[in-house]
């Protein structure tokens, strides 16, 4: 049972123009949500966050939507640059801060110059 | 700061050798995870250790997995006897006390021939 889920395993998007990421969750416990992004050959690193009780959070070039009665999620990135192609993962926990995370499956963002 | 270091970063071994791997987590990260990640999947939890206990084992295959975290900090993990299935990249992630982020190393690839 898949409980957090990235249903677009790739995306392919010009450079200047918008990236939107989605997720969906099953588990209405969850919480706390983040975005990971990953290159080959590394560790997924951090990116954004965001908790239940808001609907957005920005961060630069990086917005996290949540639509709790949709259990939705989405990750946008305006404008897209090169840099940005990587692997994005969704992530979720419940019970605050120092609980576990449940991974989605990764979504593959190519971003073309 | 020193982020999280794991190693080996690759290992290859025939089916049914043995094969460990060492996790040095970011100091003063008190949880400690263990994540298995196949090729196009996101990171699926193996173990979870607050300091040197495992509160989270449950989706370890205890046959042939087995890992520990003496005196709280770093971890090894191990395969006895490893399988063709267990090819992989097994991620070990670190976890302040007031944060939800996991921050990750580079991962240890492993090629079960």
């Known amino acids: 049972d898949q409980q957090v889920k990235q249903n677009s395993p790739s995306l392919s998007v010009q450079e200047g123009r918008i990236s939107i990421l989605n997720c969906d969750y099953t588990?209405?416990?969850?919480?706390?949500f983040l975005w990971y992004k990953k290159y080959p050959a590394e560790g997924p690193t951090f990116l954004i966050s965001i908790s239940s009780i808001k609907d957005k959070n920005e961060d630069g070039r990086f917005t996290v939507f949540l639509n709790k009665s949709a259990k939705h999620l989405s990750l946008h990135i305006v404008p897209s640059q090169p840099g940005d192609s990587a692997v994005y993962f969704c992530?979720?926990?419940?019970?605050?801060?120092?609980?576990?995370?449940?991974f989605g499956g990764g979504t593959r963002l190519m971003v073309k110059p | 700061e020193a982020g999280v270091v794991q190693s080996p970063r690759y290992k290859i071994i025939e089916k049914k050798q043995p094969v460990a791997f060492w996790c040095n987590p970011i100091s003063g990260h008190n949880t400690l995870y263990w994540y298995l990640q196949n090729l196009g999947q996101g990171p699926e939890l193996l173990i979870r250790y607050e300091n040197e206990e495992a509160v989270d084992d449950s989706q370890l295959p205890k046959d042939r997995f087995s890992a520990e975290r003496l005196k709280g900090v770093d971890s090894t993990l191990k395969i006895q006897p490893a399988e063709l299935g267990d090819s992989a990249v097994y991620l070990c992630a670190s976890q302040g006390q007031h944060t939800g982020e996991l921050f990750f190393g580079e991962g240890s690839r492993l090629t079960v021939l």
């Open positions: 588990n209405s416990m969850f919480d706390y």
């Open positions: 992530a979720a926990s419940y019970g605050n801060a120092g609980n576990m995370l449940t």
